[in-house]
T-cell receptor, first 117, second 114 residues
Framework: AQKITQTQPGMFVQEKEAVTLDCTYDTSDQSYGLFWYKQPSSGEMIFLIYQGSYDEQNATEGRYSLNFQKARKSANLVISASQLGDSAMYFCAMRGRSSGGSYIPTFGRGTSLIVHP | KAGVTQTPRYLIKTRGQQVTLSCSPISGHRSVSWYQQTPGQGLQFLFEYFSETQRNKGNFPGRFSGRQFSNSRSEMNVSTLELGDSALYLC?????????????FGPGTRLTVT
């Protein structure tokens, strides 16, 4: 079974500062993908960044980077230079191969990020 | 490219009724997944369709069903609605295949059961 743990229910950051959102995962699969999504108050889930389990380099997408530590089974999201528009819920997710051979998704409970001016 | 669209956006139903939600994926995407999001349970995977076949299923009762058409559009149906089915239902599409592709979500359908 797969599990995603986000231990920070809420985080606060000052505008223009960097913030790290924690995510740990548990899986027995060798091949899996790790994702981060942003959900503003409007409700729509926005894909931010992806890291494959075999990728040796940490993924980066603009101001977002994923700090992937495979041995620790952690996939923390780092947002640099926070902006007021970054205030939202952030979900860590994993897609690992099920016993049937397909990839199934598991989401964490989310972290609420508030950016202060 | 147009994003994932879901209709309707809001729905109010009465306990015992049934409901059908619709999802149109991004053009070229063959995989459609459905999720239920509630404050208590978080985001839970319902099922995934790929090339008109259900490829994976989450741990939901048989009242929840879905289908996918040849143009990749998908519908999900909930029969005999219960109060606990009130939730935001999200649809997500991805290219498909065997890679753990990222998924692109629609705006969701907010279902209220009274």
């Amino acid at each position: 079974a797969q599990k995603i743990t986000q231990t920070q229910p809420g985080m606060f950051v000052q505008e223009k500062e960097a913030v790290t959102l924690d995510c740990t995962y548990d899986t027995s699969d060798q091949s899996y993908g790790l994702f981060w999504y942003k959900q503003p108050s409007s409700g729509e889930m926005i894909f931010l960044i992806y890291q494959g389990s075999y990728d040796e380099q940490n993924a980066t997408e603009g101001r977002y980077s994923l700090n992937f530590q495979k041995a620790r089974k952690s996939a923390n999201l780092v947002i640099s230079a926070s902006q007021l528009g970054d205030s939202a819920m952030y979900f860590c997710a994993m897609r690992g191969r099920s016993s049937g051979g397909s990839y199934i998704p598991t989401f964490g409970r989310g972290t609420s990020l508030i950016v202060h001016p | 490219k147009a994003g994932v669209t879901q209709t309707p956006r809001y729905l109010i139903k009465t306990r015992g009724q049934q409901v059908t939600l619709s999802c149109s994926p991004i053009s070229g995407h063959r995989s459609v997944s459905w999720y239920q999001q509630t404050p208590g349970q978080g985001l839970q995977f319902l099922f995934e369709y790929f090339s008109e076949t259900q490829r994976n299923k989450g741990n939901f009762p048989g009242r929840f069903s879905g289908r996918q058409f040849s143009n990749s559009r998908s519908e999900m149906n909930v029969s005999t609605l219960e109060l606990g089915d009130s939730a935001l239902y999200l649809c997500a599409s991805s290219p498909g295949g065997e890679e753990p592709y990222e998924q692109y979500f629609g705006p969701g359908t907010r279902l209220t059961v009274t």
